[in-house]
């Protein structure tokens, strides 16, 4: 050894002679402590609620714990439009109207009555409800809801367009009246009032003004308030001076989970009283099953959302009706349903759900389901043959797991039976570049999912088929269908959605809904495939676990 | 220029330049993310928005104006700290989002880092001290399955046996939705309920941390383990080991007062720099565990293309790497006199 080598041991030996008699002297008694520390954590479970063994989640009161992967990005009304955001919003909150429960029809909330309307149709007075206070104290009346209205549409959030498009003014016009005006008929109105984010807010806690948002608070007048907006957690707390039906529980904990899989197991392991979205389908069918042998309660509701397929008219060969056509014929929604989503769904066979008394099958009256020699012969009739085939590209966004199956379904349908006639390419995009994309027509088809504003027909109709802008030839050049990417153009159907804006009569408006759905399954601009049923799953014990007809849970019916 | 001289003189060159650094990490999110396809109004506005609303967001939030302009106003405020506001949670500062979501991946990655040197050097040193045998052999495999095995199956796996099956630990999240969470004093709960003198909370936290550090710590200790390995085995054959052995020094001690101070010199580089990347790209097991941590928030954030906290996040991110750079290298010349500048 020489004397540098010396030297360098003498200097590490200073150095690290702590540290070496650390890990000579201790390396026993960390591994001792290391396996009792684990025993300690592990075995501890004992006192935890998460991981509990009995029946429901204990140690939580009549606390009822919400496992979901909803994260909400802001719980200010004036810009929440996605479910995760509303769903808190409309459990916190009260709207003028809401729905029955069950059903789509309409009651008054924080209204006393449905609205006076007037012979044009322009203008809507309102009764407002006495004996309301906000979860600050402040009292509700008429002023009130005209400054959440006002804010509603001033503040510029992600749905102000809703009530934009629409609302000509707002006037409280006494202490317990407010009058709306249109800008020009809207029959749908009251539907569009009980959408969650038109709720009443508290003068005292917001602010009139482009941008002023507040994401991380919530000031109603509903049965909830809200005490924590944490990261993974949002604790709500019975609001005690409510004035309607109080909750059947003594708060809510909506627990974030990041994904499918950490939600399912987290239900399994009953760290969570109620599961509710969002579940991988095949989760659901593990699920449902257990819940049949007694494990857990499953609760199963018509969804309002539908899935649906865009063809773009100004995209060869979708340009030729008879191409569209034939692949409405084409498509086998049994098949798709089964093999996509585990019979969680129901076929649907026009653009207006099944929950709507409006609703007609007209795509199963003119094409049927699979029907392949229908299909056949149309593309032959319009020219196309293996050696000359139908090729189409199908689009789809790549964060939706069940459109991407729909489309291999499809595709998989075309190649077994079409005999090379008709052949489809399917292409995955990233979600925002997608929807970015659709309204400039880029793809032929698309595949995509429509959750409503609000539960009327016209939200089903009027943002896939109104085209102010347009031709025959061209097809739509501003307009509702241009966003949908279907650029679908026709008059009368503009003419027809006019007039069922306009119609105050139930049965007249169900009339033109007819027309409206019997021209779509001749035009062929969207093919709808399936309707959402919802799933949520609550741990035996619990009671009054039920969703409203906008697939919202309802919290305050929950109890143990 | 005396060794400490130089020392001081490098790390005064280091802070200087870190800024630089920094503004070339922003500038060039900045552009990434222009460069990128889709565009925030469509994303966060959804397809359904008309036009004139999109276009009114944009004007609002200062995305119609020109690149260059949107350049200097974002430099500008990221000059006085300013980081901006979040587009998805409008109104939301987004130092405000770090403040929320840091401390709990700080957490998992300082628990993690614990378990992995722990696990790492452990096993470097069984391995490295028995050439040849079976627990050799273990060791090399034990650094080669936990090098390459992909973190979010064996976070899986491990939630399945550990969670669900046997029911030892919380299958996800970072504390118990049913009981009150430690008052936030520095955000992490283990120091929080401590410091607030709560023992049930202490140990609901570690029980929920436990899952989640053990895996990415053991998946993490493979790298420790195979650099204390080889280094550790060098050593061993180096001449002043075998002269201390000639002295008659008994192994044990050769082994951990003069051999492994040795072998641990490359494990402070590869600390710092794993602990800089844990602290940002611990993604997939936040994910996979429910980890309501920043780097969970970032992927949000991107989907949604939420410029302002992707440019936030990834520039804080950016300030702990060149700040665990700089202090690696310090660390390193400090310990050892072989380093020169």
Same mark, same amino acid.
């Not at chain 1, 038109?198 to 009139?208: D, K, R």
């Not at chain 1, 056949?376 to 459109?403: C, E, M, R, Y």
């Not at chain 2, 949000?300 to 936030?312: F, H, K, N, W």
């Given at each position: 050894?020489?004397?540098?080598?010396?030297?360098?041991?003498?200097?590490?030996?200073?150095?690290?002679?702590?540290?070496?008699?650390?890990?000579?002297?201790?390396?026993?008694?960390?591994?001792?402590?290391?396996?009792?520390?684990?025993?300690?954590?592990?075995?501890?479970?004992?006192?935890?609620?998460?991981?509990?063994?009995?029946?429901?989640?204990?140690?939580?009161?009549?606390?009822?714990?919400?496992?979901?992967?909803?994260?909400?990005?802001?719980?200010?009304?004036?810009?929440?439009?996605?479910?995760?955001?509303?769903?808190?919003?409309?459990?916190?909150?009260?709207?003028?109207?809401?729905?029955?429960?069950?059903?789509?029809?309409?009651?008054?909330?924080?209204?006393?009555?449905?609205?006076?309307?007037?012979?044009?149709?322009?203008?809507?007075?309102?009764?407002?409800?006495?004996?309301?206070?906000?979860?600050?104290?402040?009292?509700?009346?008429?002023?009130?809801?005209?400054?959440?209205?006002?804010?509603?549409?001033?503040?510029?959030?992600?749905?102000?367009?809703?009530?934009?498009?629409?609302?000509?003014?707002?006037?409280?016009?006494?202490?317990?009246?407010?009058?709306?005006?249109?800008?020009?008929?809207?029959?749908?109105?009251?539907?569009?009032?009980?959408?969650?984010?038109?709720?009443?807010?508290?003068?005292?806690?917001?602010?009139?003004?482009?941008?002023?948002?507040?994401?991380?608070?919530?000031?109603?007048?509903?049965?909830?308030?809200?005490?924590?907006?944490?990261?993974?957690?949002?604790?709500?707390?019975? +609001?005690?001076?409510?004035?309607?039906?109080?909750?059947?529980?003594?708060?809510?904990?909506?627990?974030?989970?990041?994904?499918?899989?950490?939600?399912?197991?987290?239900?399994?392991?009953?760290?969570?009283?109620?599961?509710?979205?969002?579940?991988?389908?095949?989760?659901?069918?593990?699920?449902?099953?257990?819940?049949?042998?007694?494990?857990?309660?499953?609760?199963?509701?018509?969804?309002?959302?539908?899935?649906?397929?865009?063809?773009?008219?100004?995209?060869?060969?979708?340009?030729?009706?008879?191409?569209?056509?034939?692949?409405?014929?084409?498509?086998?929604?049994?098949?798709?349903?089964?093999?996509?989503?585990?019979?969680?769904?129901?076929?649907?066979?026009?653009?207006?759900?099944?929950?709507?008394?409006?609703?007609?099958?007209?795509?199963?009256?003119?094409?049927?389901?699979?029907?392949?020699?229908?299909?056949?012969?149309?593309?032959?009739?319009?020219?196309?043959?293996?050696?000359?085939?139908?090729?189409?590209?199908?689009?789809?966004?790549?964060?939706?797991?069940?459109?991407?199956?729909?489309?291999?379904?499809?595709?998989?349908?075309?190649?077994?039976?079409?005999?090379?006639?008709?052949?489809?390419?399917?292409?995955?995009?990233?979600?925002?570049?997608?929807?970015?994309?659709?309204?400039?027509?880029?793809?032929?088809?698309?595949?995509?999912?429509?959750?409503?504003?609000?539960?009327?027909?016209?939200?089903?109709?009027?943002?896939?088929?109104?085209?102010?802008?347009?031709?025959?030839?061209?097809?739509?050049?501003?307009?509702?269908?241009?966003?949908?990417?279907? +650029?679908?153009?026709?008059?009368?159907?503009?003419?027809?959605?006019?007039?069922?804006?306009?119609?105050?009569?139930?049965?007249?408006?169900?009339?033109?809904?007819?027309?409206?759905?019997?021209?779509?399954?001749?035009?062929?601009?969207?093919?709808?495939?399936?309707?959402?049923?919802?799933?949520?799953?609550?741990?035996?014990?619990?009671?009054?676990?039920?969703?409203?007809?906008?697939?919202?849970?309802?919290?305050?019916?929950?109890?143990? | 220029?005396?060794?400490?001289?130089?020392?001081?003189?490098?790390?005064?060159? &280091?802070? !200087?330049?870190?800024? *630089?650094?920094?503004? /070339?990490?922003?500038?060039?999110?900045?552009?990434?993310?222009?460069?990128?396809?889709?565009?925030?109004?469509? /994303?966060?506005?959804?397809?359904?928005?008309?036009?004139?609303?999109?276009?009114?967001?944009?004007?609002?939030?200062?995305?119609?104006?020109?690149?260059?302009?949107?350049?200097?106003?974002?430099?500008?405020?990221?000059? &006085?700290?300013? *980081?901006?506001?979040?587009?998805?949670?409008?109104?939301?500062?987004?130092?405000?989002?770090?403040?929320?979501?840091?401390?709990?991946?700080?957490?998992?990655?300082?628990?993690?880092?614990?378990?992995?040197?722990?696990?790492?050097?452990?096993?470097?040193?069984?391995?490295?001290?028995?050439?040849?045998?079976? !627990?050799?052999?273990?060791?090399?495999?034990?650094?080669?399955?936990?090098?390459?095995?992909?973190?979010?199956?064996?976070?899986?796996?491990?939630?399945?046996?550990?969670?669900?099956?046997?029911?030892?630990?919380?299958?996800?999240?970072?504390?118990?939705?049913?009981?009150?969470?430690?008052? &936030?004093?520095?955000?992490?709960?283990?120091?929080?309920?401590?410091?607030?003198?709560?023992?049930?909370?202490?140990?609901?936290?570690?029980?929920?941390?436990?899952?989640?550090?053990?895996?990415?710590?053991?998946?993490?200790?493979?790298?420790?383990?195979?650099?204390?390995?080889?280094?550790?085995?060098?050593?061993?054959?180096?001449?002043?080991?075998?002269?201390?052995?000639?002295?008659?020094?008994?192994?044990?001690?050769?082994?951990?007062?003069?051999?492994?101070?040795?072998?641990?010199?490359?494990?402070?580089?590869?600390?710092?720099?794993?602990?800089?990347?844990?602290?940002?790209?611990?993604?997939?097991?936040?994910?996979?565990?429910?980890?309501?941590?920043?780097?969970?928030?970032?992927?949000?954030?991107?989907?949604?293309?939420?410029?302002?906290?992707?440019?936030? *996040?990834?520039?804080?991110?950016?300030?702990?790497?060149?700040?665990?750079?700089?202090?690696?290298?310090? *660390?390193?010349?400090?310990?050892?006199?072989?380093?020169?500048?």
């Amino acid at each position: 050894m020489n004397n540098s080598t010396g030297c360098k041991i003498l200097i590490f030996k200073n150095r690290f002679s702590s540290l070496a008699k650390s890990l000579g002297g201790m390396g026993k008694f960390f591994c001792l402590f290391g396996l009792c520390l684990f025993l300690v954590i592990s075995c501890g479970k004992g006192s935890q609620t998460t991981v509990s063994t009995t029946k429901v989640a204990s140690g939580n009161g009549d606390r009822i714990t919400v496992g979901t992967t909803l994260r909400p990005r802001t719980l200010d009304p004036a810009d929440a439009y996605e479910v995760q955001s509303l769903v808190l919003v409309y459990n916190m909150s009260d709207r003028l109207y809401t729905y029955k429960s069950g059903s789509t029809e309409l009651k008054p909330q924080l209204a006393t009555a449905l609205p006076k309307v007037s012979p044009d149709g322009l203008t809507y007075t309102i009764p407002i409800r006495q004996g309301v206070v906000f979860h600050d104290g402040t009292p509700f009346n008429a002023k009130a809801m005209e400054f959440s209205i006002q804010r509603f549409l001033q503040n510029g959030g992600k749905p102000s367009f809703l009530l934009k498009d629409v609302v000509d003014s707002v006037k409280a016009t006494s202490e317990q009246e407010l009058t709306i005006k249109l800008k020009k008929p809207f029959a749908a109105f009251p539907a569009l009032l009980a959408f969650p984010g038109v709720c009443a807010v508290s003068p005292q806690a917001y602010e009139l003004g482009a941008g002023k948002f507040q994401p991380s608070k919530f000031v109603g007048t509903g049965p909830y308030k809200l005490t924590q907006y944490g990261t993974d957690l949002v604790r709500l707390d019975v +609001f005690d001076k409510y004035w309607g039906e109080k909750p059947l529980n003594q708060g809510i904990n909506w627990q974030i989970l990041s994904s499918p899989a950490n939600l399912f197991n987290a239900f399994r392991t009953k760290a969570v009283d109620v599961a509710y979205i969002s579940l991988e389908p095949i989760q659901i069918k593990t699920l449902q099953e257990s819940a049949k042998k007694g494990d857990w309660q499953a609760i199963a509701a018509q969804g309002s959302a539908v899935k649906f397929m865009a063809l773009n008219r100004n995209q060869k060969p979708l340009d030729n009706a008879a191409v569209r056509q034939a692949i409405a014929a084409l498509i086998d929604r049994s098949i798709i349903n089964q093999r996509v989503l585990y019979n969680q769904a129901e076929a649907l066979y026009s653009m207006v759900p099944t929950t709507f008394n409006v609703y007609k099958p007209v795509f199963k009256e003119k094409y049927g389901d699979g029907n392949i020699n229908q299909a056949k012969q149309l593309l032959t009739a319009a020219g196309f043959s293996q050696s000359n085939p139908a090729k189409i590209q199908i689009w789809h966004s790549s964060t939706s797991p069940t459109s991407a199956s729909a489309a291999q379904t499809i595709k998989a349908i075309a190649d077994k039976n079409m005999e090379g006639i008709l052949q489809f390419e399917i292409n995955p995009v990233e979600s925002a570049t997608f929807f970015k994309d659709i309204s400039k027509g880029l793809y032929p088809i698309s595949i995509f999912d429509w959750y409503p504003d609000f539960l009327d027909p016209d939200n089903y109709i009027q943002p896939f088929l109104e085209c102010p802008k347009g031709s025959l030839a061209n097809g739509c050049e501003e307009g509702a269908s241009k966003t949908q990417g279907s +650029f679908y153009y026709n008059p009368k159907v503009n003419q027809l959605i006019a007039q069922e804006r306009q119609e105050q009569n139930p049965k007249n408006r169900q009339k033109i809904f007819t027309e409206i759905q019997a021209q779509v399954a001749i035009d062929v601009p969207y093919i709808p495939l399936w309707q959402s049923k919802d799933y949520v799953f609550a741990q035996n014990g619990l009671k009054g676990v039920q969703l409203d007809p906008s697939q919202f849970l309802i919290y305050k019916t929950i109890q143990k | 220029m005396s060794r400490y001289q130089a020392l001081r003189y490098y790390i005064i060159v &280091r802070l !200087l330049l870190a800024p *630089l650094m920094l503004w /070339a990490i922003a500038t060039v999110v900045f552009l990434l993310l222009r460069a990128t396809p889709g565009d925030p109004a469509d /994303a966060i506005l959804g397809g359904r928005a008309p036009e004139s609303a999109k276009q009114e967001w944009r004007k609002q939030l200062g995305l119609d104006l020109p690149l260059w302009l949107q350049y200097v106003n974002y430099m500008g405020s990221l000059l &006085r700290l300013d *980081l901006g506001k979040s587009l998805t949670s409008q109104g939301q500062a987004v130092w405000q989002v770090i403040v929320d979501y840091f401390p709990a991946t700080a957490e998992l990655a300082i628990s993690s880092m614990i378990v992995a040197l722990g696990v790492g050097i452990g096993i470097g040193i069984l391995s490295a001290s028995r050439p040849g045998t079976f !627990l050799d052999w273990g060791g090399r495999l034990f650094g080669i399955v936990t090098y390459s095995l992909p973190m979010f199956w064996v976070g899986m796996i491990l939630q399945l046996i550990f969670a669900v099956q046997l029911g030892w630990f919380p299958s996800s999240g970072r504390f118990s939705s049913s009981l009150p969470a430690p008052e &936030r004093i520095t955000g992490l709960y283990t120091i929080d309920s401590i410091l607030s003198g709560n023992l049930a909370q202490f140990f609901t936290t570690l029980h929920y941390l436990a899952l989640p550090s053990i895996t990415l710590g053991v998946l993490l200790s493979g790298i420790f383990e195979r650099i204390v390995r080889v280094n550790l085995k060098q050593t061993l054959q180096a001449d002043y080991v075998e002269a201390a052995r000639a002295r008659g020094i008994p192994e044990r001690k050769i082994l951990f007062s003069h051999a492994l101070k040795n072998a641990l010199i490359p494990v402070i580089t590869v600390l710092g720099l794993t602990f800089a990347s844990l602290l940002g790209g611990a993604i997939l097991t936040e994910v996979t565990f429910s980890w309501p941590g920043l780097a969970n928030k970032l992927y949000e954030a991107i989907s949604l293309r939420d410029y302002p906290t992707v440019q936030g *996040l990834l520039v804080f991110f950016g300030f702990i790497v060149v700040g665990a750079s700089i202090v690696i290298d310090i *660390l390193n010349a400090y310990v050892d006199p072989r380093i020169r500048y």
